[in-house]
Nanobody
C-alpha cells in the first residue's frame, strides 16, 4: 500500500510559479510510474504530466507543455511538479498518483492517489 500526500499549493498571480510536492509513505516509489492530474470545479479530472520509474522519460498534456516540469527523487520518495507562467485556467485541485504503467495518462492506469492540493491563480 502506498500513501501519497501533496503539498505546495496556494494562491499565485497569473504569470507566477509554484512547485508542488508529493511525498510517499508505505512503500518505495522507485518502481512506480507517477503522474499529476488536476480537477477544476465542474470539470472532470484531467491528466497533466507523467514520469516513468527512472525519471528519464516524461509526458505532458498540451495545455501545460513547456510551462510545467515533472520530476522525481526516488531516494526521498518524492514527486515534484514545477509550474511556471501560471494562467487562471490552471486553477484546480492537483493530485499526484502512482501506478504500474509507465507514462499513463488515464485515471485507471493509477492505483494510488493523494488527497489533492488547491492551486488558485488570480488574474
Amino acid at each position: 500500500q502506498v500513501q501519497l500526500a501533496e503539498s505546495g499549493g496556494g494562491l499565485v498571480q497569473a504569470g507566477g510559479s509554484l512547485r508542488l510536492s508529493c511525498a510517499a509513505s508505505g512503500r518505495t516509489l522507485s518502481t512506480y510510474a507517477l503522474g499529476w492530474f488536476r480537477q477544476a470545479p465542474g470539470k472532470e479530472r484531467e491528466f497533466i504530466a507523467a514520469i516513468d520509474w527512472s525519471g528519464e522519460n516524461t509526458k505532458y498534456s498540451d495545455s501545460v507543455k513547456g510551462r510545467f516540469a515533472i520530476s522525481r527523487d526516488n531516494n526521498n520518495n518524492t514527486l515534484f511538479l514545477q509550474m511556471n507562467r501560471l494562467k487562471p485556467e490552471d486553477a484546480a485541485v492537483y493530485y499526484c498518483a502512482a501506478g504500474p504503467v509507465g507514462l499513463g495518462h488515464r485515471l485507471w492506469e493509477y492505483n494510488y492517489w493523494g488527497q489533492g492540493t488547491q492551486v488558485t491563480v488570480s488574474s
